[in-house]
């Protein structure tokens, strides 16, 4: 991690929380749902392979979504979502282990572990088919992948730049997530993939996150070589079916 690299203070709230949670005993190990192969089912059947994330809060949007995440989540399913994005980050996002163990029992397609994990140890938090790896949060990219895929998770490691698009791929990742939104002022900007994807190996699957807000945000995204697109506010925000449909045929 660069600790020179400037953040919002909302970050590194969450890192400080991040780095004080108790870490867990024991050790997972996953039989993990292929994502390459629910991307592959949505591309056969016409629909946009969407991640639709099981959102309650976070720092960047206003006020806490009611309902079971559960119902939610099958909702999103039943509207084509390829995947399901779980938060567990339990201070600044209202997520929690339990959530995604309910969630992940309750539905067929792959779910992402959404948290800031920052070492092995914190791997063993839960069981989930895809964890999320930040580059710019963790000191041994490359062993803490290695750790993943030694439980059965198939990293999804978030970068921001062309930087650490770099070592993401030296580091051995083969999902790779483009977030828009900066960490200095939490701003989105949809250009950040459109440059960063431009650089990245042809086999890599590579994920849209932040700022898709509607369906020409979903056609710009597959024109800069989206393979998938994590959406949760836009999803969140409404009726979730009826949202991840609309996602899923633009």
Known sequence: MNASDSIAPAVRSILRAAREREAPEGRVSVDARPFDGA???AEREGRVP?????????PTTDG????????????MVAGGAAALSVLTEPEHF??????????????????????????E?????????????????????????????????QPL????????????????????GINNRDLARLEVDLDTFERVASEAPEETILVAESGIGSREDVRRMREAGADAL????????GDVREN???FTTA
Request: overall charge negative; charged content about 30%.
């Open 39 to 41: 991307l592959t089912a």
């Open 50 to 58: 969407v991640i639709a994330e099981v959102k309650p809060t976070s």
């Open 64 to 75: 806490v979504r009611e309902g079971d995440p559960v119902e939610l989540a099958r909702e």
């Open 94 to 119: 209202g997520g929690s282990p339990e959530t995604l163990t309910r969630v992940r029992e309750a539905v067929d397609v792959p779910v992402l572990r959404k948290d800031f994990v920052l070492d």
């Open 121 to 153: 140890a914190q791997l063993d938090a839960v069981e989930a088919d895809l964890i999320l790896l930040i580059a710019r949060f963790v000191d041994d990219l490359p062993g803490l992948i290695a750790a993943a895929r030694e439980r059965g998770f």
């Open 157 to 176: 490691v978030e970068v921001h730049d062309r930087d650490e698009l770099e070592e993401a791929i030296e580091a051995g990742a083969d999902v790779v």
């Open 230 to 237: 994590l959406i949760g506010t836009a999803i969140m925000d």
């Open 244 to 246: 991840v449909e609309g």
